[in-house]
């Protein structure tokens, strides 16, 4: 068989398909436009052959991974510089190529350059003036500066009140002086700072007339522009191998003394003057909104992450032939076995149904996120809530449908030539960052907690928890007819019981 | 703090313990002589300075992991032939220093040389005539050659019939040709096969005067003994980079018309005569022993790993505080945390019921062993049943239980500097060698089928399921009153029902 052919099990399986391959596909993306500029984005990527891969990247040392992924990783910034210039970048783009599907196949263990994009850029576009976004944005689009968002640290990571970084402004010099006072001060973990970043948006907990604010967002500069060596008072490198995202450059930083001009505190929401005359934020919860989105970012992703784990399981299915069902056959495809079935086939209703959830809340952020702005709070909690939830069921269940797949496949699912080892080190990571697991539903249960006692008092409740209050109104479940529509009430009764 | 002290939260826990931790150990190790022995050989190891890794091992490439590995695995051959020439080795020593404690502290990613001493030297005792044990042995012994064990290939695993390595018996010149003849027959995964053994028993399928046998053990050298380099008709080098396990050297072995002396078959159980006249295993279940010995010695040592992840999340629980519960006090200790219990207690339950299964398990082994020299062969498939059983349930569990550990310790967990990726690589492995799991629960799933229609024709059942004849014989559970024997009998009633 040449090494381009079809597997003949493979390509059988998929003449026996018993639905419109394009349709489904179609759907998948969101439309046949989307679908095209998908294809479209992916030739222009995969086709270029300085971002393919020579020699396999686990053959590599941790150092020749960074170097060989930061050298991509400046080409797709290249080549994602002159689409923005062609204007024909938009929020696809950058979903894709930061992403588990376009990104993970340009740099598998993670872009180095990520957090410029996916965090520092935004960040300066979500809490930044219109002023600040003029000097940074230009110059961060152009690369001209790389940037990272450090905010978790070596102490403390989602209890946020615990973050030990201070920012002390001396109106004398109108400047902020940064300090990680102690060891568990540094800040752990931003992608890119380890030797790639030389700018970072650092949280920090803001101290003005000697009266503590609250957190707040600086823009610091961690390295020179020209020798690219640490500034005065900056301790940065990189925090060490692990599991997966080996690529991500994940750092730490230490601030001594750090000195920043007033202008580089993010001001939209809250404002230091130069007297040093705090200006609180008119609504602390607008702060939500980045920790919203990058979760309902988390869950459509995780779909994408799932459905390439579940096809790599479900292919290995179709062309593995082992143990014969009828002794007097020869050994089937291992799909026949009901025992393989049983793993695979859930995985891809997982992904399917992650895929609508993912969209289903990807739609409704972008809703409240309008309402936000017209200063409409009322979904803000049920929004919050949802993300809070779905962050984490997801998360865990992408991680342990992951491991199905993986064990699925055998021994060669261990190898790390079934991409298996990198998707599980990328799934796993997600039930701990963005907000940890248990936290998440801990979140969850308080918002459920207090909306059955609203349902209770008979106030009404907000679409989503909807069922806890005609659950409280009629608690009888009544006949079951098996229909959709009563499986979807079952759940929901037994949720609300 | 200096970097030796022991960390004040995690001194005052040890303080608080409310059982003697010296004896609970020697319970552990079985008794104080054996705690006092495992002493003795931690430190003539351990405090080897050519036995220290100066750089963390997470930094290197594969091949410099690989020369690493070799390198001390190299050393600790030499002291085991010292202690064997001092009558100081016994199955305890080969068991720690090829096992989840002390042998993961010497060579993490795992023993390059392992194979060599628990599957290479083990078959020839098993399955060498005494002539032949005299021949290998004291060069395999002295590593005057360095043997693996190659049964498993790329296309077939757990289903032993399917393999298609042959051997086929050459009367003319008393030898056996042997042949892979497809990509799918070529050996795969023999640990140390990459580059470091010289010598593999092969399982193959076996051919006399033209008729198929059923499978054979034959010793055939792989290389040089000198130069190193491969033998003529042998194709063998490294499968490439994997999950864990990453300096075990996994290689493959393909073989084309490769010869050896009749003698070099194992011939203890199944003989071929000069003329090629085959004489059958007097009872073929006697390959049975050492795939049931392996499982026996994987069950006793995931105890040890899980004792291992469980410590080091306990100990991380106790020195990280987080999270105020009660907002007017300092941060707790993670532990205090209602949700921290929950993941971390179940964890060390688990690797203390595994540790007295296991001991209970290999006392059993050992007794039906003893049994099977006497030809006694009622206990068998009461033996193989309940290791399969527990080779897959405690493989799966403490897979899972490592995992849970691991995200108990948030991001740090994620780190491999944690010890946790590697600790998961080791375990979940254990799911899929020696019989995959899946296999394995249908193998168990059979012999309940079995003995369940045994006990309705009111045969006599072996003890481990006894609690089956006891439910038909009596179909009414009675009333519950929480005692531990009830507890025990509930089980076994649920189980039998």
Redesign the interface.
């Known amino acids: 068989m040449p090494s381009n052919a079809v597997n003949p099990d493979l390509q059988r399986e998929r003449e026996k398909a018993s639905f419109n391959t394009q349709e489904f596909t179609y759907w998948w993306l969101g439309g046949k436009e989307k679908y095209e500029a998908k294809k479209k984005l992916e030739k222009l990527f995969l086709d270029d052959p300085e971002l393919k891969d020579e020699l396999?990247i686990?053959?590599?040392?941790?150092?020749?991974l960074y170097e060989h992924s930061v050298r991509k990783a400046v080409i797709i910034a290249k080549k994602l510089r002159e689409l923005r210039a062609d204007g024909e970048d938009d929020v696809d783009t950058y979903t894709a190529l930061f992403g588990g599907a376009l990104g993970s196949a340009l740099i598998k263990e993670g872009n180095p350059m990520m957090l410029h994009f996916v965090m520092f850029v935004p960040t300066i576009l979500g809490q930044g003036t219109v002023e600040q976004q003029i000097e940074w944005l230009t110059k961060a689009w152009n690369c001209n500066i790389l940037g990272t968002y450090a905010q978790?640290e070596l102490?403390?990571?989602t209890?946020l009140r615990?973050l030990e970084t201070r920012a002390e402004y001396d109106a004398t010099t109108q400047e902020f002086v940064l300090n990680t006072p102690t060891i568990s001060a540094y800040k752990?973990?931003p992608g890119g700072m380890g030797h790639t970043a030389n700018h970072a948006i650092v949280v920090a907990q803001l101290y003005t007339k000697g009266v503590f604010r609250g957190l707040a967002p600086f823009i610091v500069q961690l390295r020179d522009l020209e020798t690219h060596m640490p500034m005065l008072g900056i301790d940065v490198g990189d925090?060490?191998?692990?599991?997966?995202m080996k690529s991500v450059n994940n750092g730490y930083l230490g601030l001594k003394n750090v000195r920043v001009p007033l202008n580089n505190m993010l001001m939209k929401n809250q404002q230091v003057l130069p007297d040093g005359t705090y200006v609180a934020p008119k609504n602390s919860v607008l702060t939500y909104g980045t920790m919203m989105f990058v979760r309902v970012a988390l869950i459509r992703d995780l779909s994408q992450t799932l459905a390439k784990a579940s096809t790599i399981a479900m292919r290995y299915s179709a062309v593995r032939?082992?143990?014969p069902i009828d002794p007097n056959k020869p050994?089937p495809q291992i799909i026949e076995h009901t025992?393989q079935q049983l793993?695979v086939f859930p995985q891809i209703a997982k992904a399917i149904i992650f895929k609508i959830t993912g969209e289903h809340i990807w739609n409704m952020f972008n809703n409240v996120s309008g309402e936000l702005e017209q200063g409409n709070m009322d979904r803000l909690p049920e929004m919050h809530a949802l993300s809070c939830c779905l962050k984490a069921i997801t998360s865990a269940d992408s991680a342990a449908a992951v491991?199905v797949c993986r064990?699925s496949c055998?021994?060669h699912?261990?190898?790390?030539?079934s991409n298996?080892?990198t998707i599980?080190g990328m799934t796993?990571?997600v039930?701990?960052?963005e907000g940890?697991?248990?936290v998440m539903l801990?979140q969850t249960a308080r918002y459920l907690v207090k909306v059955y006692a609203q349902a209770l008092s008979g106030e009404p409740l907000v679409p989503t928890v909807q069922y806890i209050s005609d659950y409280i109104k009629n608690r009888e479940f009544g006949a079951f007819d098996c229909t959709l529509e009563q499986i979807v009430h079952a759940f929901q009764f037994v949720a609300a019981k």
Chains 1, 2 share one sequence.
């Open positions: 396999p686990s053959y590599m040392s941790p150092k020749e978790t102490g403390h990571g209890f615990g752990w973990w925090i060490g191998p692990k599991i997966g032939r082992q143990s050994e025992t793993k491991e064990l055998g021994g699912g261990y190898m790390d030539c298996f080892p599980y796993t990571a039930c701990t960052y940890e697991n248990t801990l």
